[in-house]
T-cell receptor, first 114, second 112 residues
Framework: GQQVMQIPQYQHVQEGEDFTTYCNSSTTLSNIQWYKQRPGGHPVFLIQLVKSGEVKKQKRLTFQFGEAKKNSSLHITATQTTDVGTYFCAGKIEVSGSARQLTFGSGTQLTVLP | KAGVTQTPRYLIKTRGQQVTLSCSPISGHRSVSWYQQTPGQGLQFLFEYFSETQRNKGNFPGRFSGRQFSNSRSEMNVSTLELGDSALYLC???????????FGEGSRLTVL
């Protein structure tokens, strides 16, 4: 079935190092959203990308949407302990006609070592 | 404004029983989605409702069902529970079917 693949599954970094997580889809995405889930918490929306090649920044976070709208990445510069959590991408995939389903990647669990 | 409210937060059931989970979306949100989260499978899509109509359904057996009421509140039901149904069930609401999702705290179901 249609899937959104996300790598890596786990990432440990020293505080101050950079971090990147990648998402790939076998089909073209209408849009892609990114969420962060802190340990013991629920996913919280970070951003939505819609246009081919789009790049958006939120302070130390940079989000990119590929030209073919099949891949996306989230890059965090100079990680901090507050960045700890699992980062999920979620792609809007057409399932039939005009119906679109938001499919989540498996997530990247980020650990930041002080 | 109040966030997405899910009840109950925790529950323990035994195999063969059924369970009903409730979700109250953010006021004004007409779209409600349900997800199952397990350590090994991540966030798996269950259903999406908009204005009382099921728009999408994920690849789950017929034991999983849901509905949405006229006030946008939603319920999901799992019948004939199996051990593998143990998971965190997350409800999310959004203003539109293309907008960002606002998740509730989840209902953690344990099946013994």
């Amino acid at each position: 079935g249609q899937q959104v693949m996300q790598i890596p599954q786990y990432q440990h970094v020293q505080e101050g190092e950079d971090f990147t997580t990648y998402c790939n889809s076998s089909t073209t995405l209408s849009n892609i959203q990114w969420y962060k889930q802190r340990p013991g918490g629920h996913p919280v929306f970070l951003i939505q990308l819609v246009k081919s090649g789009e790049v958006k920044k939120q302070k130390r976070l940079t989000f990119q949407f590929g030209e073919a709208k099949k891949n996306s990445s989230l890059h965090i510069t100079a990680t901090q302990t507050t960045d700890v959590g699992t980062y999920f991408c979620a792609g809007k995939i057409e399932v039939s006609g005009s119906a679109r389903q938001l499919t989540f990647g498996s997530g990247t669990q980020l650990t930041v070592l002080p | 404004k109040a966030g997405v409210t899910q009840t109950p937060r925790y529950l323990i059931k035994t195999r063969g029983q059924q369970v009903t989970l409730s979700c109250s979306p953010i006021s004004g949100h007409r779209s409600v989605s349900w997800y199952q989260q397990t350590p090994g499978q991540g966030l798996q899509f269950l259903f999406e409702y908009f204005s009382e109509t099921q728009r999408n359904k994920g690849n789950f057996p017929g034991r999983f069902s849901g509905r949405q009421f006229s006030n946008s509140r939603s319920e999901m039901n799992v019948s004939t529970l199996e051990l593998g149904d143990s998971a965190l069930y997350l409800c999310a609401s959004s203003f539109s079917v293309t907008g960002e999702l606002f998740f509730g705290e989840g209902s953690r179901l344990t099946v013994l």
